[in-house]
């Protein structure tokens, strides 16, 4: 079946400008990841979230991050304001639930470069 | 506070040896524990993990990894190392009641023909 996807795979802009990055979950998979990987780092978690549970927004660097999940599904990334260190590649992740220790499985990524 | 170390930056091991990717972490209580895989270009694959049992798991292409609670530990391995498992290892680890992993730095596995 399908996998994880993410869109767009390359987005580069401006500083200031706002972002969405965009993440398309494995149909059926009601647990959603957002991870960050800068260079030279590991993947660093942003936010999770839980089928119709209040996401945990903990992983979030600033209040300028932001996302939501639109029918337990697609969900959207938005970064306001964008900074130069907030260039990285950014991964989304999806796993069958949350409370079991089942694997997460990754999309390709989004690489933004903020100039 | 949770951690996860790979002290190992880069591996370099010829082909048709063995391999050994290292892990180490600090986490209260008894976490789970996974390998992940990253080829270029292409996202993060799932190889292993551990969650109770027998502390020797295995898992994809052959690879496999042994938890050991003394040492915090949780070493990838693989008995003969292939030119295709050229790649960059990530080590996760997720504590008690958390949704999300905690990855090291990864090491970058380069093997030799």
């Known amino acids: 079946g399908a996998g994880v996807s993410q869109s767009p795979s390359n987005k580069v802009t401006e500083k200031g400008k706002d972002v969405e990055l965009r993440c398309d979950p494995i149909s059926g998979h009601t647990a959603l990841y957002w991870y960050r990987q800068s260079l030279g780092q590991g993947l660093e978690f942003l936010i999770y979230?839980?089928?119709?549970?209040?996401?945990?927004k903990s992983g979030l660097p600033s209040d300028r991050f932001s996302a939501e999940r639109t029918g337990g599904s697609v969900s959207t990334l938005t970064i306001q304001r964008t900074q130069q260190e907030d260039s990285a590649v950014y991964l989304c992740a999806s796993s069958l639930g949350g409370d079991m220790p089942y694997e997460q499985y990754f999309g390709p990524g989004t690489r933004l470069t903020v100039t | 506070a949770q951690s996860v170390a790979q002290p190992e930056d880069q591996v370099n091991v010829a082909e048709g040896n063995p391999l050994t990717v290292k892990c180490t972490y600090s986490?209260?209580?008894?976490?789970?524990l996974f390998w992940y895989v990253q080829y270029p270009n292409r996202g993060l694959q799932f190889l292993l993990k551990?969650?109770?049992?027998?502390?020797l798991v295995k898992g994809s292409y052959g690879f496999e990894a042994e938890f050991n609670k003394s040492q915090t530990s949780f070493h990838l391995k693989k008995p003969s190392a292939l030119v295709s498992d050229s790649a960059l290892y990530f080590c996760?680890?997720?504590?008690?009641?958390?949704?999300?992993?905690?990855f090291g730095t990864g090491t970058r596995l380069t093997v030799i023909p």
């Open positions: 551990y969650i109770t049992g027998d502390n």
């Open positions: 996760a680890v997720r504590p008690p009641g958390a949704n999300n992993l905690f």
């Open positions: 979230f839980q089928g119709n549970s209040a996401p945990d």
């Open positions: 986490v209260s209580g008894n976490p789970y």
